[in-house]
């Protein structure tokens, strides 16, 4: 291994170099075993040769030495950089840092997956890891690439969101070792397109494209000792899509099959699994017929002696294949046929061939596996037991027959079981590729490309350097496109950077492909004779060697070669390359399989006709022998297998290069197929051939590490000034912290010298040299530990300051107690002392007197003889003693005070020994506690926790004091009142006389204000009147034109079904006659066919009997074949018919034969092998012209057949082109053969014409329906109305259509226009005349009238008025007619001529257009013309006078006639009332009539009130109109007020022409009567067109109680059939309105809200005793009383469910975007950011979008805001709109969470407490909604536990609080959220691998049943209930608002 290998070039200078590597520096080192170990310098480096290095793993010290300067260790990544997602957002980009990266995630975090930039490094785990369930598909779907954790799917959802945004094809690239899960990651590629790309119809390819996964592993997959399932072979998968990224198909590529191992496996290896397949299921009956064995007495799979799989069953495997080959289409006959061609290789390879005499071999007689191969297989045993020993030598003249040895025989023997497979294979395949094609258009396409990776063995042979040269071929894609990347990314952010050099293999592609490069030799030396393996290689030598620095001559050998590949240096040794390259089977073989007579067998060894040849049409190709071709003929076009792998590698290379690649390199962590188990050197290795260090080199040599602006702020403002910081401009700021932090900390270097190398600024982001952000890294981690130094350091004192005064606090108090104790006890000692002294004084005294006295006496004279003798012994005595003492006292002084210094010594030295050790022991647990954060935080919520006491202790005494104060004050106050309230007492006896005026006032005024509010009340109902009054006239305009609308569709409809009747009876007559034409043509063609198949059977069969004719008649073996025999008369002998086949022709379908297994095969014996003398008979009696003529009369079919083209061809150039419109009658196909079948030119010529007119009322339908549409939103939004006519909308037609000439500006268009807007007002007044009439005029008989009224309305005067109007609309009329047939008249005549200046100047003048007008005539017509509109004009508005005269005296006769009949009507109940009080007693009548005249007089007082209402409120309005005229007038606005005035004498006297009745005095029963015909008019109105808008104005559920009012009444009447339409057609009505509005979130809510109100209205009346309990006795009354709906309660509970889901489903897709950003990614709380640096993969991605809106937590709120605004402005019940929040907030918790679980850069600890307080505000929103009691709180527990999580301790004593915190977690997700923990900061600790083992461990011992997911279900549902919440309200209150338009319902 060279330097270059191990070494990444460093972009540090001699100067910088030495600030990097110093002691302490941690540093990779080479190793022999584990490939590289980490390391820590022990000293500086300075330029010494070696230097001492401490190994990290076991603490070994060492030297290292260092030989070249520039080529120093590798430096290592900070710790908050390993484990990172991408390897090129590592600082450091080497491979010791890749290899580590890899084996962290891998054996610690078991993350199989990491990105490498653009590719996607897979680990195989050897384990099944449930991390590819469909939860995890919808997870990744639509996300962006680099916000998730790598994953298969995300390289799956980025290759599929770049195709479906650009409409760019892509493909995926996987490759790898064998054994390293290419195969698996291809699958689950497939598998996630198949989910996100699936089709809702029936077709579902996308399970097709799935279901091809097991058959091509059974045929092509097989056992090594590498892998249990290696597929044996490359595949690119094309998986096609339609505009709509749905797919529609796919296509299957396969590359170089390994053939070899259908004859021959290694040890422990297997042959393909179908082999053993077969034979696990040789039990089942279909099975018997092939007499399969066990694998291990099958010779083809007992090789490798290991027939079996640990957890593979054989059986259940090919259970599956076979219902795949169902899936896709296969028959069961071909699946048969399949499985009996597989076992017949199998029995195939016991066939034992043993030598014979000579150079020749021979198979045993009764060889009885011959015998069922050849069964199997359908051919003669005979011929194959003879050419399996033999070969044919075809020479110019003769053909001779040679033996064929033992060996030679057996490698026949091999090939041609090798060909069967690979024949068999590509057929299957070829089955495959066409049941996934589909008949749609693909518009796109993803490719998935499973190929072998590179492969070097201890003997490397053909196969080997096939697939390494196709891995050259791809590396070199891959090199191209990762520098492509690079440079697109430095140009688009405007980096200027130099040239990277990158390794480009094109000279050794070239050796390899190029002319007379190594695969054009070998084909050279194939097609020699005599060529050989040594021969090829010596011409390699001889070309290359010396000459291509790439390939390279073994010393020890002559037949090998080496070629240096990007990967490594393989040998490869020659033996085989001719014969692989070659892949030669004998042709005799083949032409017995050809003669099979089953068909399929046949089929697969037919020659393949060259694709680039011109193919003869069907029915016109001639029949050739397919007899064996002379030498130089066919088997010299064959091509070789390197061709052909060469030629396939090419076009896979244009296929690539057109797509957009993806890439997936697939690592095996070690040989022995272990799980989680990583060996450094089988992974490097790997590495290295796949092209990831290659990335990692690419991207080191420019600038890997980039941060956009914003995050290098957030992530580096430690580092930066007050000074330098400029909010404004962050790139600014960005500039001034690197110029100061990177070039200003550099030794002796001036600020001004600035180094361009070490960063650049792009315009978004700024790129980084390798290494310098871990530079950065480093100086941030020192200014963060000098602040926390500091930190430190004064919160340390202050604690000690503050323990220090508590201690000395303490000592006082316990002091001063303890010394008070001491002086008391004292003092009562000396009391005590001092008594007893004194009484013992006394005594003592009295005796001692006493005593003194009796012996002074005696001895006084002794005394005074003796004292002078004692006194002077004594005073010696006290001499000599004072002189000892006086000595001994100086004397232990000294002694003493020695001692004492010497003692006082020692104890000082002990004292100072003991404290340091001790002081030292605590400054060690300091640092230990201070490097803890949790210890901080123990500490600081203590001290929070004591001075928030302290506060609150301080807060309450303050708040005491202040009361007290308030108290005081409060009293001072209350005795100044006292002193005041005394005073004034007198003042208020004084003032009691004006409180009773002042209470006089305030009833004036309440009376006034009374007055007010009356007249506000009535000012109210005046503009509610107006309001119905102008929605009325709306309705009747809308009616009026939904009348005509429905006249005109009418039309419409006629024409249509007038002119389809014709065209119906055409098509029928010609597709009948074109399906029996074209079924006539079939017959013929598949008979032809089937003929031509049976002779080429018959006549190679009689090939291969010929050939054994003369090996029978052939004494020696030799046969010469008489040259005069030409193979024109072979052909001319062999391309008759028999009479068998012309009978089989005369047969009919059922009869004849359709292959093998059908009736005729079963009946039929088989035939007996000919003779030859019975051969020569039957070529006699061979019917030669048969064939002949059935060749006519195909050749004529075609010929008509193009002749019919032919004329169609020039029918349509003669100018009568087909319309594509797809809405014609009639399609296109069926109106060309139309065309032909019509002999008359007339006859054409009319259903052209239909044709035409049938388009033209199409389009004319069409732009009516949308100008309809248009009007009717124009009704909606302007009060007005116009009338849209069939005439008028026709006229729109002519003038859009451009039928009128538009040359002229005098034109007769304009004409025309005037005359249409004349007939349309004609028409329009008439209208409106009639409809007056008939609503205020009523003919009808039997009302009651008052005396004067039946004088006026008597049966005469009816009868001329009815005759009046009836003659003047029937003469309106028919001048209307007359009118409009003119118009008409005029309008075809101008289509017809269509009449110009230029055509009347050409008919008339000789072509001069200025005589046309040369005395200006046509604008004298035109004038003339217009006069003429004008006076018509004149006459229709003098006639709309008269009509409104007439209208308007109707209109005040009947008002007159209504008045007369109120008065007449009061006077009858006046009459009624006197009369029965008549019938009364005295007191009775009195108190009667007193109550009759107090009625009349208060009815008679109401109607002055109101009058004298009205007549105020028009005063008032009247003075505020003088005050607008008076200021209008100061600012000249006279023309305004005229019109106001014309505008209110308009609107008084519609006022005065149109009376209104209230009746108030009426009640009601709560019911609404309909007609059944105004049913759909009901559910259009109430449901269909009702607005959210409008509905929000009225009572909440009045839609709800609408219906069940109208249901009251069918109930009423007791109609079972009207309660039955109406409630289905409202539930249909309801359905309708969702889906189709199903994303207006209001009207979902509208209707949610009805539903549910109409369920409780049902069950309110229902009659039922559960419902009644809040009922009151007026809604008891209301109950129905012939109908029990509580099934159709049912139906409105399910449908309130399916509106419910409905709105949960569009909620819960408005807020998915909103969750990540609002829950996770939302950094609300300053100073915490968990920033770190991003890969390639976060730094671009398909889905960046500037335009983006961005979403964060405040978003989510507002949208929730909203949604529960809609809610309660439709009045939703409560417990409904609980249940609505309670599912979002689980949407919002289990999304949050999944994602949680999927991005690495989301579990950190900063980040935990951003989620947490992101959660307290949905917690709070709840709470301030009142919707806490909900449930919704609850399901954000999981995600709340995982935020807890990241914040909490993760030491071994805290293992049992963490598990019984997180109890809404399950095992997987809290183990997958601690193996994701990563520390943003170094003084962050990461969570243990041992801490994690005992979590597993406590958490599998407290969940015994414990759900092991990953991900929660975000689509879970909680149940919904709906419960019971009645009305208040009761029916007979209810009103129907005039905005409802439901006019045609009558209250009961």
């Given at each position: ?7 990444v ?5 001699e100067s910088?170099?030495?600030q990097v590597y ?5 540093i ?5 075993e ?11 480096y300075?330029?010494?040769k ?20 520039k080529?120093?260790p ?6 908050i950089?390993i484990?990172?997602?991408?390897l ?13 990266n ?14 490498c ?8 785990p ?14 990744y ?11 298969i799917?995300?390289?799956a ?33 497939m ?7 699936g ?14 996964n ?47 191992r ?11 699994h ?13 099975f ?8 291990d ?14 957890g ?7 259970v ?11 028959s069961?006959?071909?699946q048969m046929?399949i ?6 290789v199998l ?11 000579g ?18 297989l359908?051919i003669?045993?005979s ?6 020993c ?19 025989a ?13 024949q ?7 089955k ?7 008949g749609?258009?693909?518009t796109?396409?993803?490719g ?5 990776g590179?492969e070097?063995?201890e003997i ?10 196709a ?16 440079q ?16 480009d293999?094109?000279?050794?592609i ?17 097609k ?15 070309k290359h ?9 073994p ?5 090998a070669f ?31 399989l050809?003669?099979?007579e ?16 011109k ?9 050739h ?20 792998f ?33 060996e ?9 051939a ?6 990692i080199r690419?991207?080191?040599?420019g600038?890997?590490s980039?941060?956009?602006y ?10 930066a ?15 001034n912290?690197?110029?100061?932090v ?12 600035e ?6 600024f ?7 040299r ?26 340390k ?8 005064q ?5 000592i ?6 303890g ?8 003092a ?8 007893a002294?004194?009484?013992q ?8 007197r ?6 002074r ?14 006194g ?7 001499l000599?003693?004072?002189?000892a ?5 100086l004397?232990?002084?000294?002694l003493?005070?020695?001692?004492y ?17 001790r ?33 609150q202790?301080?807060?309450?005494k303050n ?7 308030e ?28 409180i009773t005026?002042?209470i006089?006032?305030?009833k ?11 007249e ?10 107006l309001?119905?009054?102008h ?22 409809l006629?024409?249509q079904?007038q ?8 098509k ?9 034409l ?13 003929l ?6 018959l006549?190679?069969r009689?090939?291969?009997?010929q050939?054994?004719m ?11 074949t ?6 024109i ?14 009978k089989y ?5 059922e ?9 005729k ?5 088989a ?13 006699k009696?061979?019917?030669?012209g ?17 002749k ?12 009568h ?12 196909s069926?109106?060309?053969a139309?065309?032909q079948?019509?002999?008359?030119a ?27 549409d ?19 909308a026709?006229n ?15 034109d ?6 005037e005359?249409?807007?004349e ?8 209208n ?5 009439i ?17 004088e ?17 609309f ?29 055509a009347?100047?050409?008919?008339s ?12 005539e046509?604008a ?33 006769e ?9 008065a ?6 006046q ?45 008032r ?36 022409n149109?009376?209104?009745?209230k ?6 029963m ?5 007609k059944?015909e105004?049913?759909g ?8 067109d009702?607005?959210?808008k ?9 839609p709800?109680?609408i ?9 009423y ?5 009207k ?6 057609n409202?539930i249909?009505g309801?359905?309708?309105?969702v889906k189709?509005?199903n994303?207006?979130?209001?009207r979902?809510?509208l ?6 109100r ?17 009922n009151t006795s ?15 309660r ?17 909620m ?6 909103m ?7 939302h950094?609300a709380?300053?100073?915490?950011s968990?920033?770190k ?18 979403l ?18 439709h ?6 709109v ?8 689980y949407?919002i ?9 999927l ?11 951003q ?7 949905l ?18 527990e999981?995600?709340t ?7 909490a ?23 997958k ?5 990563t520390?943003v900061?170094?003084f962050?600790e ?51 608002p005039e ?10």
């Amino acid at each position: 291994m060279t330097s270059a290998d191990l070494y990444v070039q460093t972009f540090l200078k001699e100067s910088e170099i030495g600030q990097v590597y110093v002691k302490g520096a941690r540093i990779w080192v080479p190793d022999a075993e584990n490939v590289w170990l980490g390391a820590e310098l022990l000293e500086n480096y300075t330029g010494q040769k070696k230097i001492k290095i401490q190994l990290e793993d076991n603490g070994e010290e060492r030297e290292f030495e260092i030989k070249d300067k520039k080529r120093l260790p590798h430096l290592r990544n900070p710790e908050i950089l390993i484990g990172e997602n991408d390897l090129t957002s590592l600082s450091y980009l080497n491979e010791p840092e890749v290899l580590y990266n890899l084996k962290v995630r891998f054996l610690e975090s078991n993350c199989i997956y990491t990105y490498c930039g653009i590719v996607l490094v897979a680990i195989n785990p050897y384990e099944q890891l449930p991390i590819y369930g469909n939860e995890l598909i919808q997870m990744y779907s639509g996300q962006d690439m680099g916000t998730m954790d790598p994953h298969i799917f995300a390289v799956a959802e980025e290759a599929f969101k770049l195709m479906s945004r650009f409409d760019k094809n892509q493909s995926i690239i996987v490759s790898g070792e064998s054994g390293a899960g290419k195969t698996v990651s291809a699958k689950y590629a497939m598998r996630y397109f198949a989910m996100v790309g699936g089709s809702q119809k029936e077709t579902q390819v996308e399970q097709k494209v799935l279901a091809s996964n097991p058959i091509m592993e059974a045929i092509g997959n097989a056992k090594t000792t590498r892998n249990d399932n290696s597929s044996r072979f490359g595949k690119y998968i094309e998986i096609s899509f339609n505009k709509n990224n749905e797919i529609i198909g796919a296509h299957m590529r396969t590359y170089l099959l390994e053939k070899s191992r259908v004859v021959y496996q290694a040890a422990e290896e297997r042959n393909y699994h179908i082999f053993y397949q077969l034979c696990a299921s040789k039990d089942l009956p279909e099975f018997k017929k092939y007499c399969l064995l066990s694998p291990d007495d099958f010779y083809y799979t007992s090789h490798g002696q290991a027939p079996e799989i640990d957890g593979v069953d054989d059986g259940e495997d090919l259970v599956s294949v076979r219902e795949a080959f169902t899936m896709l289409g296969i028959s069961e006959k071909d699946q048969m046929m399949i499985f009996q061609i597989q076992s017949a290789v199998l029995h195939f390879g016991n066939v034992k061939i043993r030598e014979a005499d000579g150079e020749s071999s021979e198979i045993k007689k009764d060889d009885k596996h011959l015998t069922i191969m050849c069964k199997l297989l359908g051919i003669e045993e005979s011929q194959m037991r003879m050419w399996l020993c033999n070969k044919k030598i075809v020479t110019v003249g003769e053909v001779l027959t040679k033996p064929l040895t033992l060996t030679q025989a057996s490698f026949a023997q091999d090939a041609l079981a090798k060909h069967i497979y690979a024949q068999i294979f590509d057929w299957i395949v070829e089955k495959i590729n066409k049941a996934l094609q589909s008949g749609a258009k693909s518009t796109k396409f993803i490719g998935v490309l499973d190929i072998y990776g590179f492969e070097t063995f201890e003997i490397n042979s053909f196969e080997q350097f096939c697939i390494n040269y196709a891995n050259e071929k791809l590396q070199q894609i891959f090199n191209m496109h990762v520098f492509k990347l690079e440079q697109e990314e430095y140009v688009r952010e405007a980096i200027e950077w130099s040239f990277i050099d990158f390794y480009d293999n094109q000279p050794c592609i070239d050796l390899i492909e190029s002319k007379l490069g190594i695969l054009d030799l070998l084909d050279e030396e194939c097609k020699m004779p005599k060529g050989s393996d040594e021969n090829w290689c010596q011409k390699l030598y001889d070309k290359h060697l010396g000459k291509a620095k790439h390939f390279e001559k073994p010393r020890m050998s002559r037949s090998a070669f080496i070629i240096n590949h990007f990967a490594d240096r393989v040998e490869y040794q020659a033996d085989g390359f001719l014969e692989k390259n070659r892949d030669t089977v004998l042709e005799e073989n083949i032409n017995i399989l050809r003669a099979s007579e089953f068909e399929l067998v046949a089929e697969l060894f037919e020659e393949k006709v060259d694709p680039n040849e011109k193919k003869s049409r069907a029915g016109s190709a001639t029949t050739h022998p397919l007899r064996q071709a002379p030498k130089g003929g066919r088997g010299s076009n064959k091509k070789t297998v390197g061709s052909q792998f060469r030629e396939s590698l090419h076009k896979l290379m244009e296929t690539l290069n057109a797509t957009t690649p993806h890439y997936i390199r697939c690592i095996k962590p070690n040989d022995t197929k272990e799980a989680f188990i990583f060996e450094p050197k089988r992974a490097v290795e790997q590495l290295r051939a796949c092209g990831v260090l290659e990335t990692i080199r690419i991207s080191a040599a420019g600038y890997p590490s980039r941060w956009t602006y914003p995050e290098f702020f957030q992530r580096y403002r430690v580092l930066a000034g007050s000074k330098d910081i400029n909010r404004s401009d962050q790139r600014k700021t960005c500039e001034n912290v690197l110029t100061k932090v990177i070039q200003g900390n550099v030794k002796k270097t001036p600020r001004g010298l600035e180094d361009p190398d070490k960063y650049r600024f792009g315009k978004t982001k700024i790129f980084f040299r390798a290494g310098q952000v871990a530079y950065l890294e480093k100086l941030r981690s020192d200014k963060l530990k000098a602040c926390g130094i500091m930190i430190q350091k004064h919160v340390k004192g202050w604690l000690a300051r503050r323990r220090y005064q508590r201690i000395i606090k303490s000592i006082t108090l316990l002091q001063k107690y303890g010394r008070g104790l001491l002086a008391r006890r004292h003092a009562k000692f000396l009391r005590e002392t001092f008594a007893a002294t004194r009484i013992q004084k006394h005594w003592k005294g009295y005796k001692a007197r006493s005593h003194y006295i009796k012996v002074r006496k005696a001895t006084v004279i002794i005394q005074s003889a003796i004292r002078g003798f004692f006194g002077r012994i004594l005073f010696k005595k006290e001499l000599h003693e004072h002189r000892a003492i006086t000595i001994q006292k100086l004397v232990r002084s000294w002694l003493a005070r020695k001692r004492y210094k010497r003692v006082m010594r020692g104890i000082v030295l002990l004292q100072s020994h003991f404290r340091r050790r001790r002081a030292k022991k605590e400054l060690k647990q300091l640092k230990i506690e201070a490097k803890s954060v949790e210890h901080i935080k123990n500490v600081n919520k203590g001290l929070e926790n004591k001075i928030i006491q302290l506060q609150q202790k301080l807060d309450a005494k303050n708040k005491e004091g202040m009361t007290i104060k308030e108290q005081e004050v409060y009293i001072k106050q209350l005795k100044t009142e006292m002193e005041k309230l005394r005073s004034s007492s007198e003042e208020a006896k004084k003032s009691s006389n004006k409180i009773t005026d002042l209470i006089q006032q305030i009833k004036d005024l309440q009376e006034e204000l009374s007055k007010e509010r009356e007249e506000k009340q009535v000012l109210i109902s005046e503009k509610e009147e107006l309001v119905k009054e102008h929605t009325q006239v709306l309705s009747k305009m809308a009616e009026e034109k939904c009348k005509l609308k429905e006249e005109l569709e009418e039309a419409n409809l006629k024409l249509q079904q007038q002119e389809t009747s014709t065209d119906d009876v055409l098509k029928r007559k010609l597709e009948e006659a074109t399906q029996q034409l074209q079924a006539e043509f079939d017959s013929e063609r598949g008979h032809h066919q089937r003929l031509v198949k049976e002779h080429a059977r018959l006549q190679q069969r009689f090939e291969n009997l010929q050939s054994e004719m003369q090996m029978v008649t052939s004494p020696h073996g030799h046969k010469r074949t008489p040259s005069d025999i030409s193979a024109i008369s072979l052909e001319s002998y062999t391309s008759s018919a028999s009479p068998d086949e012309v009978k089989y022709e005369e047969e009919g379908p059922e009869d004849k034969d359709q292959g093998y297994g059908t009736k005729k095969k079963k009946k039929a014996p088989a035939p007996p092998v000919p003779t030859a003398s019975a051969m020569e008979k039957e070529m006699k009696d061979v019917d030669v012209g048969l064939i002949l003529r059935l060749q006519n009369k195909m050749k004529e079919i075609e010929q008509q057949k193009t002749k019919l083209e032919e004329r169609l061809r020039q029918y349509e150039d003669e100018g009568h082109p087909q319309t594509g419109n797809s809405d014609a009658v009639i399609s296109n196909s069926a109106f060309d053969a139309l065309k032909q079948q019509l002999v008359n030119a007339d006859d054409v010529q009319l259903v052209i014409k239909l044709q035409k007119r049938v388009a033209e009322l199409e389009m004319t339908k069409s732009k009516l329906a949308d100008e309809l549409d248009e009007r009717d939103d124009e009704d909606e939004e302007k009060s007005g109305f116009k009338i849209t006519t069939p005439e008028y909308a026709y006229n729109n037609l002519k003038r859009m259509n451009g039928h009128v000439d538009k040359e002229p500006p005098y034109d007769n268009k304009e004409e025309m226009q005037e005359l249409q807007n004349e007939n349309d007002k004609l028409k329009r007044e008439v209208n409106k005349l009639m409809k007056s009439i008939s609503e205020n005029v009523s003919f009808e008989k039997g009302g009651t009238n008052s005396p004067a009224g039946k004088e006026f309305m008597d049966a005469k005067k009816i009868e001329d008025q009815v005759k009046v109007f009836r003659d003047q609309f029937t003469a309106m009329a028919d001048e209307l007619d007359r009118r409009r047939e003119e118009c008409l008249q005029l309008r075809a005549m101008l289509a017809e001529k269509s009449i110009t200046t230029h055509a009347i100047a050409k008919e008339s003048y000789g072509g001069n257009d200025d005589l046309v007008n040369e005395d200006n005539e046509l604008a004298l017509a035109y004038r003339t013309q217009k006069e003429l509109n004008r006076l018509l004009e004149n006459q229709l508005q003098k006639t709309e006078k008269d009509i409104k005269k007439k209208e308007e005296k109707l209109k005040r006769e009947i008002k007159e006639l209504k008045t007369e009949n109120e008065a007449a009507q009061k006077i009858i109940n006046q009459f009624n009332s006197i009369t029965r009080n008549l019938q009364l007693g005295p007191e009775a009548k009195i108190e009667a009539t007193m109550q009759h005249e107090i009625t009349r007089l208060t009815s008679e007082n109401l109607d002055l009130r109101e009058k004298a209402d009205k007549q105020a409120d028009q005063i008032r309005k009247m003075k505020k109109m003088l005050k607008v005229y008076a200021k209008k007038l100061k600012d000249g606005d006279v023309a305004e007020i005229e019109a106001e005035l014309e505008k209110d004498d308009k609107q008084k006297k519609t006022e005065d022409n149109v009376a209104t009745v209230k009746h108030l005095d009426r009640t009601y029963m709560g019911m609404l009567e309909y007609k059944k015909e105004d049913e759909g008019r009901l559910i259009k109105c109430l449901i269909m067109d009702l607005k959210p808008k409008v509905a929000q104005g009225l009572l909440p559920g009045l839609p709800a109680y609408i219906l069940f009012m109208c249901v009251r009444h069918t109930d009423y009447i007791n109609d079972d059939e009207k309660v039955r339409t109406l409630l289905t057609n409202t539930i249909n009505g309801i359905k309708k309105c969702v889906k189709k509005h199903n994303k207006e979130l209001e009207r979902v809510i509208l209707w949610l809200a009805n539903t549910c109100r109409l369920l409780h209205t049902l069950k309110q009346y229902s009659g039922e005793k559960t419902f009644q309990s809040e009922n009151t006795s007026r809604q008891n009354e209301h109950c129905l009383r012939n109908f029990d709906l509580s099934e159709y309660r049912q139906v409105f509970s399910d449908l309130a469910v399916w509106i419910f889901q409905t709105m949960i489903k569009y909620m819960e897709e408005v807020i998915q975007p909103m969750v990540v950003p609002a829950v996770l990614e939302h950094e609300a709380i300053a100073g915490l950011s968990a920033s770190k640096p991003s890969g390639m993969r976060g730094r671009s991605s398909s889905t960046q979008d500037e335009d983006v809106r961005e979403l964060s937590l405040d978003t989510l709120m507002k949208s929730l805001n909203k949604y529960n605004q809609v809610l309660s402005q439709h009045a939703v019940d409560p417990e409904l709109v609980k249940q609505v929040f309670r599912q979002l907030y689980y949407y919002i918790g289990s999304n949050a969470l999944n994602n949680l679980l999927l991005r690495k850069d989301m579990c950190n600890w900063s980040k935990g407490m951003q989620i947490r307080y992101n959660l307290s505000h949905l917690e709070q929103w709840l709470r301030d909604n009142k919707l806490n009691e909900s449930g919704a709180q609850s399901t954000l527990e999981p995600i709340t536990q995982a935020s807890q999580l990241l914040q909490a301790r993760k030491s071994e004593a805290d293992v049992d609080s963490i598990c019984e915190m997180c109890s809404k977690l399950t095992t997987a997700q809290i183990v997958k959220i601690l193996n994701l923990y990563t520390p943003v900061d170094e003084f962050e600790e990461r969570v243990p691998i041992s801490f994690i083992r005992k979590i597993q461990e406590r958490l599998k011992s407290t969940k015994k049943e414990e759900d092991n997911t990953l991900l929660i279900d975000t689509k879970y549902s909680f149940p919904v209930t709906f419960p019971f919440n009645p009305s208040s309200l009761t029916l007979d209150s209810i009103d129907v608002p005039e905005a409802l338009h439901l006019d045609f319902l009558t209250r009961v």
